[in-house]
């Protein structure tokens, strides 16, 4: 059974960086798509950035130039790198992986609380 376990969250000020993580357990095939989704309090959850089992990277325009996502296969880890962060990017945000082939997954973290201070 896979699993995801997010941190890396906190509390940071407008301009400030953070980077979370995702560490997955279980047996994940490939390919799939590992992604980072984020909501705010009141709003829907929405995607962030998306990277293939193969690394090709795809982000939400409010955060394109800021962020940065990336995967380690080989220690079955994804990144969120958090630049020049901004007070509406605070949010929970979640890990995802994504497999619509046999065996399939869909399988999310807990989350991990991120603020920007304004």
């Known amino acids: 059974q896979v699993q995801l376990v997010e941190s890396g969250g906190g509390l940071v000020q407008t301009g400030g960086s953070l980077r979370l993580s995702c560490v997955a357990s279980g047996a994940i095939w490939s390919p799939n798509i590992m992604g980072w989704y984020r909501q705010a309090p009141g709003k829907q959850r929405e995607m962030v950035a998306t990277i293939t089992s193969g690394g090709s990277t795809h982000y939400a325009d409010p955060v394109k130039g800021r962020f940065a996502i990336s995967r380690d296969n080989g220690n079955y880890t994804l990144y969120l790198q958090m630049n020049s962060l901004k007070p509406e990017d605070t949010a929970d945000y979640y890990c995802?992986?994504?497999?619509?082939?046999?065996?399939?997954?869909?399988?999310w973290g807990q989350g991990t609380q991120v603020t920007v201070s304004s």
């Open positions: 995802n992986v994504l497999r619509s082939l046999p065996p399939r997954h869909n399988v």
